[in-house]
Structures are given as structure tokens and as C-alpha cells.
């Protein structure tokens, strides 16, 4: 992507070579990459930066096949976050708000990856 629209000049260095990527190793125009970006930019904000640009603009190109949508990615990071957070505090109390717990019940619970 030598030459930039002025729209492009919106994005990150880390976004700029996601789109980058998007357009030359899956063939998106500059302009189509550009704009599934700023789609995905709020998941982006979520998901950390360690992982390199080419990793997540596979990313992004897989949630496109899939037709996953960027809500729905969000909630998918909000779900997998949330369920996290109770397990940790499964762990720091040893108490659970598990309906079988309250029972005097061991329930088995199972981590979604």
C-alpha cells in the first residue's frame, strides 16, 4: 500500500498494516481492506497487539468467511471475558453462585476455548 488515500490516514500504524496485509496476502483492494478494518476496529481495541498484523488481518479474514459479524465478535470476547472473570472469583472465594453449589452439590464446569 505505497500510495495512501486520505482516508487511510485514520488508522494506526498496527490497523494500517492489518489492511496491509488484508490486501496482499488475501487480495483485498486497498480501499476494501481499509474498510474492514475500521469494521473490525472495535474488536481490534479489545484483542491485544501482541500478535503481528498479518496474524490478525487472518483473523479478520476468517471472521469474513465466516460472516461473523463484528458485534458479534465483540460479544463473543465480552462472553469468553465475563466467564473468565467468575471463574477467577470461583477461585479467590471458593464459592460459586452455581445453582448445584447452593445445593450442597458439586457441579462440573466446563471452560468453552
Not at 495512501?4 to 489492511?19: R, S, T, V
Not at 481492506?33 to 481490534?44: D, I, K, N
Not at 459479524?69 to 462472553?79: C, D, G, M, R
Amino acid at each position: 500500500m505505497t500510495e495512501k488515500n486520505c482516508e487511510m490516514e485514520h488508522l494506526d500504524d498496527y490497523e494500517d498494516a492489518i489492511a496491509e496485509a488484508l490486501a496482499d496476502q488475501y487480495g483485498y483492494s486497498q480501499n476494501t481492506a481499509y474498510q474492514h478494518v475500521m469494521s473490525y476496529r472495535e474488536v481490534l481495541r479489545l484483542l491485544d497487539r501482541y500478535d503481528s498484523p498479518e496474524y490478525r488481518a487472518g483473523n479478520i479474514h476468517n471472521a469474513i468467511i465466516k460472516n461473523l459479524t463484528p458485534a458479534q465478535w465483540v460479544s463473543n470476547i465480552h462472553k469468553r471475558r465475563g466467564y473468565r472473570t467468575r471463574e477467577r472469583s470461583l477461585e479467590t472465594t471458593g464459592r460459586s453462585n452455581h445453582p448445584a453449589f447452593k445445593r450442597g452439590k458439586t457441579a462440573i464446569v466446563r471452560r468453552s476455548r
